[in-house]
């Protein structure tokens, strides 16, 4: 139990997990979620040998969830104007560079405390919109 519970909460709570769905879903390609694909996998085979086979099951978890990730997504896609699409990729960006400076261990940045700026960046677009 300890395994999944682990795993779950490292490969479901990310920004790739988030970025990656999301832009699965916006047809944008799944080159980030390939990415976190290979990362996950390392990590699960040291989780694996340390907590054991509860590792395993959470891939049931990370299906549910970036899958459902995805399909937000997909619906984003034919309801949010472009405008703030782009926001939303471009604050996505600037998120995969704090993963990268974290990966490459230059500044331990709190990527996951960034992900609301994924909901802030379309609001304050369209407030920019409505300004104008």
């Known amino acids: 139990?300890?395994?999944?519970?682990?795993a779950s909460l490292v490969?479901?709570?990310?920004?790739?997990?988030?970025?990656?769905?999301?832009?699965?879903?916006?047809?944008k390609g799944a080159d980030q979620l390939f990415l976190k694909a290979a990362l996950d996998g390392f990590a699960s085979i040291a989780f694996a040998?340390?907590?054991?086979?509860?590792?395993?099951?959470?891939?049931?978890?990370?299906l549910?969830?970036?899958?459902?990730?995805?399909?937000?997504?997909a619906a984003l896609g034919q309801v949010v104007p472009e405008?703030?699409?782009?926001?939303?990729?471009?604050?996505?960006?600037?998120?995969?560079v704090g993963v990268a400076l974290r990966l490459l261990r230059i500044k331990p940045l709190p990527v996951g405390?960034?992900?609301?700026a994924?909901?802030?960046?379309?609001?304050?677009t369209e407030l920019v919109v409505i300004v104008r």
């Open 113 to 116: 405390d960034l992900l609301p």
């Open 83 to 96: 405008a703030h699409l782009a926001a939303l990729t471009a604050t996505g960006g600037l998120l995969l």
């Open 1 to 6: 139990m300890e395994g999944f519970v682990t």
């Open 11 to 27: 490969f479901c709570v990310g920004p790739l997990t988030v970025l990656g769905s999301l832009n699965d879903g916006l047809g």
């Open 49 to 62: 040998a340390s907590l054991g086979w509860g590792v395993a099951a959470a891939g049931l978890a990370v």
């Open 64 to 73: 549910v969830v970036q899958g459902s990730l995805t399909g937000v997504g």
């Open 118 to 124: 994924l909901l802030v960046a379309p609001l304050l």
